[in-house]
């Protein structure tokens, strides 16, 4: 017989090593898994407001110059691809009470018109809607000044590559115009799109060169882990105060002169331009349409038609639609008869919608959406996101696109031109250029 001697002392000690080793390891996975669930839940929020002279110059101001929330995300609204207004009303009546700032992109057009078609947004890290619900916010009346950024330092150029060429767009500018010609559409927002990759970048850093570049009424900044949104819109989609609503459509623009004198010609040439005032006053009547829906009877009302604004590099022409709107009148019906903003998508808006999905190169995603907060009474204050750089930080990825409207009287170069403009200061904020 053959006799096995153990030593128990020895297997003890190796069994309580391996446990003690396989016990460090789930412990340090679990404290790694939640530094990375606190590093997920947190969120910078900067809005700002009254940063133009647009803001200084009309009736409808905001409260407030500033408004920040940073820290940790209690109660989020998050979607990746399909957005339903069922679900923001959801978020919205969950906490009311409460202040909600964040975004919802142009994905929820296809709720709204376009059931069916590719909802996927340009950056697979960007949420096509993001809603954070908090109870506290900063807010002051005093704005910030930034300081220019320095000169003469030498950086990487970033290259942007441009995901329609300037033969393509003037290509679908011919078609567009055919579809105007034949009565499809009076007229359309037409975007093309640029982006680059393996980009490293500090977002509160490039928001704050793109202030100081081209301080705007509705500049905002999300810095979220995965993805930032850095905005220097110029445009107010729409703002609820008490019982009354107001949409500001922009449409028209006009380089800023050097000179008073200069910019004062310019003003007035951008204020009779024929071509201009045709295209504001189609999304002006839109607009009007849009608010008849929901307003209370005859209540609708243009409050300033053609207006005309100086902002740091450009001058805008800026109307003004009121109403009157019930307060048994939901968010999300407003959003309903409201979304997405005329002046992004054209007239009539459901083809010029279907005329978008068809020609553009891209996916807008979150691009020409809308960014505010809601306060705690209910009322509301949204941009539109325009100007603006988006960035996925997962895939080191960021995304520019802009636009302008093509009607019957559009100049194909100029078209072009313009939206090059639109784009200057976000290519000097990111120190890029657009790769030949």
């Keep these: 017989m053959i006799r096995l001697k153990i030593d128990t002392n020895l297997s003890f000690k190796y069994c309580f090593s391996k ?14 898994n939640q530094v990375h669930r606190f590093r997920m839940s947190w969120v910078k929020i900067v809005l700002y407001s009254n940063r133009g002279s647009y803001e200084e110059s009309t009736s409808v101001g ?6 920040v929330f940073e820290g940790k995300i209690e109660e989020c609204f998050t979607c990746q691809s399909s957005i339903k207004l069922s679900d923001i009303q959801s978020f919205v009546d969950k906490n009311r009470g409460r202040t909600l700032l964040g975004f919802i992109g142009y994905g929820l057009t296809h709720d709204l018109f376009t059931k069916g078609l590719l909802t996927d947004g340009v950056l697979e890290g960007m949420p096509a809607a993001f809603l954070v619900a908090v109870t506290q916010v900063k807010t002051s009346d005093q704005p910030i000044p930034f300081q220019k950024p320095e000169t003469g330092k030498p950086e990487t150029s970033i290259q942007l590559v441009q995901k329609t060429t300037k033969e393509k767009y003037i290509e679908v500018v011919r078609q567009l115009k055919h579809h105007i010609q034949i009565g499809d559409i009076y007229e359309v927002n037409y975007c093309m799109a640029f982006e680059a990759e393996n980009i490293e970048m500090d977002p509160t850093e490039i928001w704050e060169k793109l202030q100081a570049i081209s301080p705007m009424p509705f500049a905002a900044l999300i810095d979220h882990p995965e993805f930032s949104i850095i905005s220097a819109s110029p445009e107010r989609f729409i703002k609820k105060e008490e019982d009354r609503l107001y949409i500001q459509p922009m449409k028209g623009t006009i380089p800023k002169g050097k000179t008073e004198e200069e910019n004062s010609r310019l003003k007035t040439a951008l204020k009779n331009d024929p071509k201009e ?3 504001n006053v189609m999304i002006v009547d839109l607009t009007r349409n849009d ?7 005859k209540s609708v009302q243009v409050d300033e038609l053609f207006g005309v604004y100086s902002f740091h590099t450009i001058n805008q022409m800026i109307s003004t639609i009121s109403c009157i709107v019930d307060k048994e009148v939901s968010f999300t019906e407003i959003l309903e008869a409201t979304f997405p903003m005329g002046s992004m998508t054209g007239a009539p808006k459901t083809k010029a919608i279907e005329l978008i999905h068809k020609y553009e190169s891209f996916n807008r995603g979150p ?3 809308m960014l505010g907060y809601i306060n705690p009474q209910g009322d509301f204050d ?6 603006t750089i988006f960035y996925d930080k997962k895939k080191k990825k960021i995304f520019l696109a802009v636009g302008s409207a093509i009607t019957s009287g559009s100049d194909v170069e100029k078209e072009y031109e313009e939206c090059l403009i639109k784009l200057q200061p976000l290519l000097m904020a990111l120190n890029a250029r657009i790769k030949q």
């Excluded at 608010?291 to 009877?297: E, F, H, M």
């Design 19 to 32: 446990l003690k080793a396989n016990f460090l390891l789930i412990f340090t996975e679990w404290i790694l």
């Design 62 to 67: 905001s409260a407030f110059n500033q408004l």
């Design 291 to 297: 608010l008849s829906k929901i307003a209370s009877k």
């Design 277 to 279: 005032r045709s295209e």
């Design 367 to 369: 691009f020409s959406g």
């Design 382 to 387: 949204f941009s539109v996101l325009i100007r």
